[in-house]
């Protein structure tokens, strides 16, 4: 963290230290200044003593207003490891890409952009592994992609089998279409029951539960594992049925809340922020300001 301040100064943000992880934002202009800055941050950490300990992830170009939770995600499911001569080993580089194949699970890659690393996968497997390995490690990454995935497992269930027959009996030569038939037709699967799920009202009964429990402390990443959803693709979801990111939905709501408490009960301001899930009486005050244009006193007294 000091690293990067020392280096950027005041253009950046970053968040404090929790855990393993470090959130750093980084205000640039344009594409080519976003690939430029990119660069910088990734040559940075490589000229460091503790490179090897550190894995970085970068994001796409994002507006911060109603970005920062993909740009977030992305970093996340695009990390490496910092020290080029680290990132090149090849059970690493198989190890991302298979990341990166499963990220696309609940993220727009376009085909080609999947048959890419698809093929790029497959040439590292036959170089780590060999020919007569290859067809194995297949499969068991196509077992890991349907694990990742929220299709229902049973009903496709016997194509997978029907696949991994015509791996085991196919020469190599054929391996490559085979995966990636399957690997496309779970992708596809996965994209149709993720759209089922909104059909079946899952953002309505999402909703319903914040309504139920606003009060208590439900993170993004708390309740989209409780939807069996992944952060990132609940966040987007959320926004697009919702039009309003989930934040700002859980904060409506308990400002809601907080005026039913002040024009029907004694409770002081500070009983009243903890009551309806804030914790810290001084942020609820200027939240609150900020989305009724009054502080809660002066509310209370009008």
């Not at 970085?56 to 490496?80: K, P, Q, R, T």
């Not at 890409?97 to 609940?106: F, G, P, Q, V």
């Not at 409506?252 to 009983?271: A, C, D």
Request: glycine share 4%; charged share 25%; proline share 2%.
């Amino acid at each position: 963290k000091n690293e990067i301040k020392i280096i950027f100064g005041k253009n950046v943000l970053i968040s404090s230290a929790s855990g393993e992880f470090l959130v750093i934002f980084f205000p640039v202009q344009s594409p080519s200044e976003y690939e430029s800055t990119k660069n910088s941050i990734v040559k940075v950490i490589e000229q460091k003593d503790f490179a090897q300990l550190v894995k970085i992830g970068v994001s796409s170009f994002y507006h911060i207003v109603d970005g920062y939770e993909n740009a977030f995600w992305e970093a996340y499911n695009n990390l490496f490891n910092a020290q080029t001569d680290i990132q090149t080993d090849i059970y690493l580089e198989i190890e991302y890409l298979e990341k990166k194949i499963i990220h696309a699970l609940y993220n727009p890659y376009t085909l080609t952009t999947i048959e890419g690393l698809i093929n790029q996968l497959y040439k590292n497997y036959l170089e780590a592994f060999g020919e007569q390995n290859v067809k194995y490690k297949i499969i068991k990454f196509i077992i890991m992609l349907l694990t990742e995935s929220s299709i229902n497992k049973s009903s496709i269930l016997p194509d997978i089998e029907q696949v991994i027959i015509r791996l085991i009996e196919n020469n190599n030569k054929e391996l490559l279409n085979v995966m990636k038939d399957c690997v496309f037709k779970i992708i596809s699967e996965n994209n149709k029951n993720q759209e089922k799920i909104v059909l079946n009202d899952t953002i309505a009964n999402v909703a319903s539960f914040i309504r139920d429990n606003y009060n208590q402390e439900i993170s993004l990443t708390n309740i989209s594992n409780k939807f069996g959803l992944s952060p990132y693709y609940f966040s987007k979801l959320f926004k697009k049925y919702m039009g309003i990111n989930y934040k700002e939905y859980l904060i409506k709501i308990r400002i809601n809340k907080s005026l039913e408490l002040l024009k029907s009960t004694n409770l002081s301001i500070k009983e009243i922020c903890y009551a309806v899930g804030f914790d810290d009486p001084n942020y609820f005050v200027k939240i609150f300001k900020k989305y009724v244009g009054l502080t809660p006193s002066n509310y209370r007294m009008q």
